[in-house]
């Protein structure tokens, strides 16, 4: 299993300097590894899409890839010798990112989706690098030692869990200061805990105004954290614009508007770690709608939906849910708000309509309760066959 474990650490002015210019020296290489992919591209790239029997096909330039890239970076130190200073695994990084980025451009991801074209950093742009091994021994007494860094001071608020294994850590410089994100790995947790209790399900309606109906009744509303950080978020915006552009005043105001907008942030992930967690605690199954975030969010509710974090609230309940060993169950989301959660029979309604009445069965409630409780049957229909496949397999 593997879980991330995000510290804040307080480096001194010198480590805070090295910080800041390992990350513009990666970004910089970056820069020019992604040229190099473009020119080659511009340079073997055909507008002519037939030919005749008989022509001429050019030798193709050869093709920058991950490996004589990786090779070219021992050059790199020999022109350039102040990228001795950068630990050589995470230098070697930054031909991997390259790899990835540009083949999900013209490739696409393992679902076949294509990203948009790759864009130069600018400064300030590139805010991670990643050690790629990593010894335990390094991180003890409310330090890490970083290579070429030093012994950086890490304010632990949590203890690391007996039996995980470091292997990756990550630098990450934000608005409010640097912080170390740990990747754990313990191979012998349980993938499901002993007295899981398939029958113990809830089906979640997600919602704008709720932010969840569960179909035992409760209901959460939304908190709605960016709508009311809005007048704050409006001021430390037109400080930035009637600020001089490259001047230390406009930088400061920069990082004050960063500040907010984090805030806003981390309150909004915090809310759905804590709402999570009361779900897990009081269920084994949580039912939850298959929905296309990213569709919706093109919508006229996208600022709505994005305050409410959907797809990060998903992501949370998913890892936690594993991490626990319990389950999540994605269902259908077609017809939950229109089906009667008692009889079946499709009650078609508006948006506007906030009220479910039945006229088969005279079963009348909640529009987001009726969904929850369409959600929880479907999931309890959706368990039962991953439980019998599983049986079947072994």
């Known amino acids: 299993m593997r879980i991330s474990y995000q510290y ?24 020019h590894l992604l040229s190099q992919r473009f020119d080659w591209y511009e340079m073997n790239r055909c507008a002519i899409d037939r030919c005749g029997l008989i022509c001429h096909l050019p030798d193709l330039k050869e093709q920058p890839n991950y ?23 995470v230098l070697q990084e930054v ?21 948009g074209k790759p864009r130069f950093k600018a400064k300030g742009q590139y805010k991670t690098f990643t050690y790629p091994q990593f010894k335990k021994h390094k991180f003890n007494n409310n330090k890490i030692t970083l290579s070429k860094i030093g012994d950086v001071k890490v304010i632990v608020h949590r203890q690391i869990p007996d039996g995980f294994d470091i292997k990756t850590v990550s630098v990450t410089r934000k608005a409010d200061g640097y912080y170390v994100t740990l990747s754990l790995d313990d191979k012998t947790v349980p993938t499901i805990k002993p007295d899981f209790n398939a029958d113990n399900i809830v089906g979640i309606d ?26 704050k978020l409006k001021a430390a915006q037109r400080k930035v614009s009637r600020r ?14 960063a500040i907010q907008h984090k805030k806003v942030a981390d309150t909004r992930k915090d809310f759905h770690f804590k709402t999570v967690k009361t779900l897990l605690d009081k269920y084994d199954v949580v039912a939850v709608e298959k929905l296309n975030i990213k569709g919706l969010a093109r919508t006229h509710l996208s600022k709505s ?9 998903r992501n949370i309940l998913s890892n936690k849910a594993e991490n626990a060993g319990l389950k999540v169950i994605a269902v ?21 309509q906030r ?40």
């Open 8 to 31: 804040k650490i307080k480096p001194n002015k010198e480590q805070i300097e090295k910080i800041d210019n390992t990350l513009d020296m990666l970004r910089c290489q970056y820069n």
């Open 67 to 89: 490996y004589n890239q990786k090779a070219s970076l021992t050059r790199l130190k020999v022109e350039r010798p102040w990228y001795k200073n950068i630990h050589s695994q």
């Open 95 to 115: 031909p991997s990112k390259v790899e990835i980025t540009f083949d999900r451009w013209l490739k696409g991801d393992c679902n076949g989706k294509r990203s």
């Open 206 to 231: 997600i919602g704008l105004i709720d932010f969840y109906v569960a179909s035992d009744g409760t209901r959460i509303t939304a908190p709605k954290y960016l709508r009311k950080a809005e007048r």
């Open 244 to 257: 001089k552009k490259g001047s230390n005043r406009r930088r400061k105001a920069i990082q004050k508007l």
């Open 305 to 313: 939906i994005n305050d409410a974090g959907w797809g990060q609230f």
């Open 332 to 352: 259908n989301p077609n017809g939950t708000s229109q089906d009667c959660s008692n009889c079946g029979h499709k009650v078609k309604k508006p948006l506007s």
């Open 355 to 394: 009220m479910h009445n039945c006229p088969v069965c005279h079963t009348g409630l909640c529009r987001d309760l009726n969904a929850a409780i369409n959600i929880k049957n479907r999931g309890t229909h959706g368990l039962k066959a991953q439980l019998m496949s599983s049986k079947k397999s072994h």
